[in-house]
């Protein structure tokens, strides 16, 4: 296809960091690009002032913001502004007889018999939805002219309402975005000083609602993400910074600070997507084709799934869970989350059954263990007064955790209320996370087709290999393996992030009577916008790669699935290779498949990746099956389910461990930021890469 020839470009040698923002922690990583060193940093966050935390972690890491060329960030500041409701007072800007379709929604009610059910919630009240004069076509023709003197109207307004963000959404600009331009160029001559935002900037896609919802998040949210990077980026350039500053988008890509000001609702799952990056580097370099990555931190516990060989995406999201949910329609890697982590707040209800999540005892005060003035019993807490955590290591010895606060946190909060003792209360609660956790992991697998008993499980973050086994064994799952440093893994993922830039066409056609010629127009017009926007990115990288893809769906339906197009299959015009990747494609979304119905297009995909040099994943030195005297600890009483009581149970230092050194369960490996627990009947070896692969007991 034409335009699609490799750019080769120089690649840059110098440094990166990378520094990912959690609730509890916030994690950093630097790679000097000319020696391959990766150097890591972890602090506690700092709520109030994040860049304090980013400050601490680059110290801790030992490397500079002078020295380094780029500057890579993930936060949750996203999706955390839209779940907690601390966005800027927002308007929307709407075609005239669609007021309420933000409302409205698609009235899905997930649970018939649900007498609690409630409908979403949008983040711009009805007051301030304002209705604009104008109609387009489904084909982009003007069939109302803007009233312009309307929109001048609706300004007055809301200059007086005092608003701080405007939401635009005008039916078909998808189409033709002409109306839409006009109506943000009014709005921000009258509001000089709001964060504007179009839906066409964010979405040339079909389907009013989810755009509306799609572009009211992003104005809802600019505001505040555009102090937020702005701020990081005063900062960056304090400390000497004078490289690129690069976000982590949602689909696991970057793109500079300038574009996320303005398209900030394209870093809703930066962090976690980050970490399924580094889950597919990782798959990459042992030969593993499929892998769950599982990563629970301080606050939530995310799951996202490589598939032969890469992660999985969708083209839409939904915020605050399928039945109250907020769609977002943009590119992102399939990741599923629920609120459990290592801050995770144990509860008695009023009906008397133990609770834990979603709130969070978050950096402050934190769990109360901490010693930090936290009073509410934790996930944490329960790992400490088990014997899993040692009081006087974590985080290297760098901050001692007090044990009888843990235990007095436990012993009047639950176990008192239940009848039942401090320890009992505390294995209750972990068994409470791992089931709560294994929803996550279930989310993106069996409820997508594919059988989670077949993935190995990768878990990072601070908390992942704690419980790692525990989940593995509520979902059937063969094998754990633990990486180096799984306690900064989503910093550690970001420097293998490349430059990426996503577009979609929206271009319904049956795919008997598909124009090739037309199709690959669309294509190479998105292509030739992609090469556009990394070129004027100022970042150096090694290479380009574009992907293609085509959302289809069966004559007659409603919903469509995505299917990857290789640029070979593409060439070929083959249609019914098209439309027999289409079917496999459905049979494993749906366990069903329709192979003598005609198949359309939807829309049409192309990704153009700017890829960066990476990080080498270094081997360690071999040993024999039996680990050295250097790497064993002093042992310690461990509380197991499986043995139903404590044990003296063997500890090794993983930092001291050789490739081909054998574990049996029970057992503990301790790191700097992080604890891995070998159940009793697990199985532990360590690969050539340093990789801890726990072989889980039921399998064996």
Request: overall charge negative; some cysteine.
């Amino acid at each position: 296809m034409a335009g699609m020839e490799p750019l080769r470009r120089a690649a840059l040698l110098g440094t990166r960091l990378a520094a990912d923002i959690g609730g509890t922690f916030t994690d950093v990583a630097a790679f000097r690009e000319g020696t391959g060193e990766l150097f890591y940093g972890k602090a506690l966050s700092t709520p109030q002032k994040l860049v304090e935390g980013i400050s601490q972690g680059v110290d801790k890491a030992g490397v500079g913001f002078a020295e380094a060329d780029i500057f890579l960030h993930g936060s949750t500041i996203v999706i955390n502004t839209m779940l907690e409701r601390t966005g800027a007072k927002t308007a929307l800007l709407i075609t005239k007889g669609f007021r309420d379709t933000y409302e409205i929604g698609r009235i899905n009610r997930p649970d018939a018999y649900n007498l609690f059910f409630r409908k979403h919630s949008p983040l711009i009240r009805r007051s301030l939805r304002f209705e604009v004069p104008e109609r387009l076509t489904a084909e982009g023709d003007v069939d109302t002219p803007l009233d312009e003197a309307a929109v001048h109207a609706i300004c007055d307004d809301l200059v007086k309402l005092g608003i701080e963000a405007v939401a635009i959404l005008m039916l078909h600009s998808y189409r033709n975005n002409a109306h839409e331009e006009r109506v943000k160029a009014i709005v921000l001559s009258r509001l000089p000083g709001a964060f504007v935002s179009c839906s066409h900037e964010l979405s040339q896609e079909y389907r009013e609602f989810e755009r509306c919802s799609t572009v009211a998040a992003n104005a809802y949210v600019g505001p505040r993400v555009r102090d937020y990077v702005g701020g990081i980026d005063a900062h960056l350039a304090k400390g000497g910074f004078k490289g690129s500053f690069l976000l982590v988008q949602s689909s696991g890509g970057l793109y500079e600070s300038a574009q996320a000001k303005t398209q900030c609702i394209r870093m809703l799952e930066s962090g976690p997507a980050a970490g399924v990056i580094g889950a597919r580097a990782l798959c990459r370099a042992v030969g593993l084709e499929d892998a769950i990555g599982f990563d629970m931190g301080g606050t939530t516990a995310k799951a996202g799934v490589i598939y032969k060989g890469d992660a999985l995406t969708t083209g839409a999201a939904l915020v605050g869970g399928y039945n109250e949910a907020l769609p977002v329609q943009i590119s992102m890697i399939d990741i599923f989350e629920v609120g459990t982590g290592g801050g995770s707040i144990a509860r008695v209800d009023a009906g008397g059954a133990l609770t834990v999540g979603p709130q969070s005892a978050g950096a402050s005060p934190g769990p109360a263990c901490y010693g930090l003035g936290g009073l509410e019993p934790t996930v944490t807490d329960a790992n400490l007064l088990l014997g899993r955590l040692d009081p006087k290591r974590f985080l290297g010895g760098e901050m001692a955790l007090d044990a009888a606060a843990a235990e007095r946190a436990i012993l009047t909060r639950v176990a008192e209320p239940l009848g039942i003792s401090a320890i009992a209360a505390a294995e209750g609660i972990l068994r409470i996370a791992a089931t709560s956790m294994s929803w996550a992991v279930k989310g993106v697998s069996t409820e997508r087709g594919l059988d989670a008993a077949a993935f190995p499980l990768i878990a990072y973050g601070g908390a992942g290999p704690l419980h790692a086994s525990a989940v593995a064994r509520e979902i059937g799952t063969p094998r754990v393996i633990v990486p180096r440093s799984p306690g900064h893994f989503c910093a550690f993922g970001m420097l293998f992030s490349d430059l990426r830039y996503d577009y979609v066409r929206t271009a319904p056609m049956r795919l008997a009577e598909a124009s090739f010629a037309d199709i690959e127009a669309l294509y190479a017009g998105m292509i030739a916008e992609g090469m556009k926007a990394l070129e004027g990115s100022g970042v150096a990288t090694a290479d380009t790669a574009i992907a293609l893809a085509a959302d289809m769906r069966y004559v007659g339906q409603e919903h469509s699935v995505t299917i990857e197009l290789s640029q070979a299959l593409f060439a070929a015009q083959d249609r019914g290779a098209i439309k027999q990747r289409f079917d496999d494609v459905h049979l494993l979304r749906y366990g069903t498949c329709a192979p003598k119905e005609q198949s359309e297009i939807v829309s049409l995909r192309a990704t153009v990746t700017g890829v960066m040099k990476k990080p080498e994943l270094a081997k360690i030195a071999a040993g024999g099956a039996e680990p050295p005297g250097a790497a064993r600890l002093p042992p310690r009483q461990v509380w197991f389910t499986e043995t139903g009581g404590a044990a003296s149970t063997p500890v090794f230092a993983r930092a001291a461990l050789l490739a081909g050194n054998r574990i049996e369960g029970p057992a503990l490996v301790e790191e700097h930021a992080s604890t891995t627990v070998v159940l009793p009947g697990d199985r532990l070896e360590v690969d050539a890469f340093g990789n801890l692969v726990i072989e889980i007991g039921r399998n064996r």
